[in-house]
């Protein structure tokens, strides 16, 4: 990482001026450069997703330079990364005005919660995410339920609660399972699925308990809803939405999909319950009338939509909204991509997305997470993970970094999810092999992983 003063050195850059040239392992990069300059763009974010999405934008020859912030040491050979703090949104504009950045590309939710879209769109520079009010689509459960009530988005029903008594109330009368959930963001911790009564009372006491923080300072108790689950995503510009990709995540930290909730544990693309037909359904019954509510309530949604679905016997229902890409869905999807990431993303935000389907490849592409023991609870830090390099070799396979540190010339692992080791193959099967393969090479015996990745679709 450079400190902030050596960038105005930098600001000069061009294409010539790169300083990392864009990994060319999954292929040649788009050809034909449009008329006008390339631009600098500023990713925002540190895990495998925006790894994932510095890949794809390093290949895009609209681009001259990538700066991350943070970044990782897996996006330092892309971008330059910035230590830069994204909670003071004023540093962020004054970082982009010195850099000369043309778009910004916004990864995690938090900075979309906390307005950065807005601060940037204030000061004429142009993002990739929604606004605040459009994010509450992820910021509050409640805002969603409300909006998929008033524009007849099929959803679980649902009840609103800010106190004890009044949860409690309705558990006497909707018995398990149900489910709660805490309204706000609590790092994919805040929905408890309650198979008995006794559960359910003790998710309601735990949240009004304190236990999310300001999260929980109002709950949602909705229907259990029993089917498959499927990730859906889709580039919204604020009146129009285009078709993403699919994919399918595994939330369980054990095999079998077992123990407790984590950020995802691996992922495939696309997801096969996904036909044309049901993702048009999807389209027609959830995502576009999601479109035209947020712009009724006068917060029209820009950037992807990402869509968890139940595919119930009565067909796609809403579980919850997500205002960004998934992670690590991502890190399957785009490496399906066979198109330029950037010019999409630049549509969405100025309001003119195309009608043209999302070219992507008929491979498919599985990720498996490389988490560090004690994940979720209390990963270790500190450990030294050898051979990443061996892996990265590998045909048909890429490792995107997530919680890695640079110590000298050693790789350490800084976080939960480490390393996802994606495959790509002509199936499943196959991708996944190439997958295992990769993670197979690497030497990190403090690290550990799901070793039954897709098997729900291979069953
Ligand atoms: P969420 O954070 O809302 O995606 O919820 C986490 C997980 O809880 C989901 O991936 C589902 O497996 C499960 N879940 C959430 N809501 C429901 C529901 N209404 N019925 C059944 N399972 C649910
Ligand atoms: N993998 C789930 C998420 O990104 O929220």
């Known amino acids: 990482m450079l400190p902030l003063d050596c960038f105005?050195?930098?600001a000069m850059t061009g294409p010539e001026l790169r300083l990392c040239p864009p990994s060319l392992k999954r292929g040649r990069p788009f050809l034909n450069r449009p008329k006008g300059f390339p631009m600098n763009v500023l990713l925002i974010g540190s895990g495998g997703r925006e790894h994932a999405l510095a890949l794809?934008?390093?290949?895009?020859?609209?681009?001259?330079?990538?700066?991350?912030?943070?970044?990782?040491?897996?996006?330092?050979?892309?971008?330059?990364?910035?230590?830069?703090?994204?909670?003071?949104?004023?540093?962020?504009?004054?970082?982009?005005?010195?850099?000369?950045?043309?778009?910004?590309?916004?990864?995690?939710?938090?900075?979309?919660?906390?307005?950065?879209?807005?601060?940037?769109?204030?000061?004429?520079?142009?993002?990739?995410?929604?606004?605040?009010?459009?994010?509450?689509?992820?910021?509050?459960?409640?805002?969603?339920?409300?909006?998929?009530?008033?524009?007849?988005?099929?959803?679980?029903a649902y009840g609103r609660f800010t106190t004890k008594a009044a949860a409690l109330a309705y558990l006497d009368t909707h018995p398990a399972p149900i489910v709660v959930k805490a309204d706000g963001l609590a790092a994919g911790k805040g929905v408890i699925v309650?198979?008995?009564?006794?559960?359910?009372?003790?998710?309601?006491?735990?949240?009004?308990?304190?236990?999310?923080?300001?999260?929980?300072?109002?709950?949602?108790?909705?229907?259990?809803?029993?089917?498959?689950?499927?990730?859906?995503?889709?580039?919204?510009?604020?009146?129009?939405?285009?078709?993403?990709?699919?994919?399918?995540?595994?939330?369980?930290?054990?095999?079998?999909?077992?123990?407790p909730n984590t950020g995802g544990m691996g992922a495939y693309s696309p997801a096969p319950v996904m036909t044309a037909e049901m993702s048009a359904r999807v389209m027609r019954e959830i995502i576009?009338?999601?479109?035209?509510?947020?712009?009724?309530?006068?917060?029209?949604?820009?950037?992807?939509?990402f869509a968890g679905l139940m595919l119930t016997k009565d067909g796609p229902k809403l579980i919850e909204f997500n205002a960004r890409f998934g992670d690590p869905e991502t890190q399957v999807m785009l490496p399906r991509l066979q198109e330029d990431l950037l010019p999409l993303l630049m549509q969405c935000a100025q309001g003119h997305l195309r009608a043209e389907p999302v070219k992507l490849s008929d491979s498919t592409a599985l990720t498996v997470v490389f988490a560090a023991k004690?994940?979720?609870?209390?990963?270790?830090?500190?450990?030294?993970?050898?051979?990443?390099?061996?892996?990265?070799?590998?045909?048909e396979t890429i490792v995107f970094h997530a919680?890695?540190?640079?110590?000298?010339?050693?790789?350490?692992?800084?976080?939960?999810?480490?390393?996802?080791?994606?495959?790509?193959?002509?199936?499943?099967?196959?991708?996944?092999?190439?997958?295992?393969?990769?993670?197979?090479?690497?030497?990190?015996?403090?690290?550990?992983?799901?070793?039954?990745?897709g098997w729900r679709a291979l069953k």
């Open 56 to 156: 794809a934008l390093t290949k895009s020859p609209q681009l001259a330079k990538l700066f991350a912030a943070p970044g990782n040491p897996g996006i330092a050979k892309l971008a330059e990364c910035v230590t830069l703090d994204v909670t003071n949104h004023a540093a962020v504009v004054d970082f982009c005005r010195l850099m000369k950045i043309g778009f910004v590309v916004v990864g995690p939710e938090a900075p979309l919660v906390a307005g950065l879209v807005d601060d940037l769109d204030r000061a004429g520079i142009p993002a990739f995410g929604p606004t605040k009010a459009a994010a509450q689509l992820e910021g509050s459960k409640g805002f969603t339920k409300d909006l998929a009530r008033d524009f007849h988005i099929p959803t679980a």
């Open 194 to 259: 309650a198979m008995s009564d006794t559960e359910a009372r003790d998710a309601v006491e735990m949240i009004f308990g304190g236990a999310f923080g300001e999260a929980g300072a109002e709950l949602v108790i909705e229907e259990f809803m029993e089917g498959e689950e499927a990730s859906f995503f889709a580039l919204c510009d604020g009146e129009r939405a285009l078709a993403f990709a699919s994919a399918q995540d595994h939330k369980r930290v054990g095999e079998g999909d077992t123990g």
């Open 403 to 453: 919680g890695t540190k640079r110590e000298g010339d050693k790789l350490v692992a800084n976080g939960g999810r480490v390393l996802n080791i994606t495959g790509l193959g002509t199936s499943l099967r196959d991708a996944r092999e190439r997958a295992y393969a990769g993670l197979n090479v690497i030497d990190w015996p403090e690290g550990f992983c799901r070793r039954d990745i």
């Open 374 to 395: 004690g994940y979720p609870e209390n990963p270790q830090k500190g450990s030294t993970i050898r051979g990443v390099e061996k892996a990265e070799a590998m045909s």
């Open 8 to 10: 105005a050195a930098l």
């Open 288 to 305: 576009e009338p999601t479109l035209i509510g947020m712009k009724a309530r006068g917060a029209p949604y820009k950037g992807v939509l």
